[in-house]
């Protein structure tokens, strides 16, 4: 059974970092992407940035990159999204998701079955 767990999440200032952390279980990095979203109230979901099996290459949402660094550690089965340079439209609930999404749905929500419980970044200006 997949499961993942977020952590890290917390309030901080605008212009601060954050590193958020999903460790993962029940899954290999050989055969499933791991991705962060995040949602507001009322919107959908919002991709972030995905890092995808085997290669481990790195795609990020336009509004985050540059800012964001995600990265995993295989011998811990953790992802982690390193967020620089902070900002108040990024205060949201982040999810770390995993599955085996197509190249059409690494974006997407969809393309992704297993999903955490999510953790809380405030961003105050």
């Known amino acids: 059974q997949v499961q993942l767990v977020e952590s890290g999440g917390g309030l901080v200032l605008a212009g601060d970092s954050l590193r958020l952390s999903c460790a993962t279980s029940?899954?290999?990095?050989?055969?499933?992407?791991v991705a962060w979203f995040r949602q507001t109230p009322g919107k959908e979901r919002e991709f972030v940035a995905t890092i995808f099996r085997i290669v481990s290459n790195t795609y990020y949402a336009p509004s985050v990159k540059g800012r964001f660094t995600m990265s995993r550690d295989n011998a811990k089965n953790t992802v982690y999204l390193q967020m620089n340079s902070l900002k108040p439209e990024d205060t949201a609930v982040y999810f770390c998701?995993?599955?085996?999404?197509?190249?059409?749905?690494?974006?997407?929500?969809?393309?992704?079955?297993?999903w955490g419980q999510g953790t809380q970044v405030t961003v105050s200006s």
């Open positions: 029940g899954l290999s990095f050989r055969t499933h992407s």
């Open positions: 998701a995993a599955g085996q999404p197509i190249q059409s749905t690494a974006t997407s929500a969809r393309g992704y079955r297993t």
